[in-house]
């Protein structure tokens, strides 16, 4: 594999077989990382309260149905 730098792009370089970027810098490498995986927690945890919330929202219609139901019987 031979290797250039890229003018202007520091840890980067272009493999001039295959033409691909190549990042050498391994610590802008391993922070990606680091963000990747902080970004895959916090959209776990925002599906986690979605079904939570929706759970509740099915929760309270259903509490209602019972009063309303309630409240029909005391009516007659």
Same mark, same amino acid.
């Given at each position: 594999?031979?290797?250039?730098n890229? &003018?202007? @792009? /520091?840890? %980067?370089? !272009? /493999?001039?077989?295959? !033409?691909?970027?190549? *990042? =050498? *810098?391994?610590? +802008?490498? +391993? *922070? $990606?990382?680091? @963000? !990747? +995986?902080?970004?895959?927690?916090?959209? &776990?945890?925002? /599906?986690? $309260?979605?079904? #939570? =919330? *929706?759970?509740? @929202? #099915? &929760?309270?219609t #259903? %509490? @209602?149905?019972?009063? %309303?139901? %309630?409240?029909?019987?005391?009516? !007659?």
């Open positions: 594999m031979q290797i250039v890229i &003018d202007g @792009k /520091d840890g %980067l370089v !272009r /493999d001039t077989s295959t !033409r691909a970027i190549i *990042n =050498i *810098n391994k610590i +802008e490498y +391993e *922070n $990606h990382l680091v @963000k !990747r +995986e902080q970004s895959r927690i916090k959209q &776990d945890q925002i /599906d986690q $309260h979605s079904k #939570e =919330i *929706n759970s509740i @929202k #099915e &929760d309270i #259903e %509490l @209602k149905q019972i009063l %309303l139901s %309630l409240v029909d019987k005391f009516q !007659r």
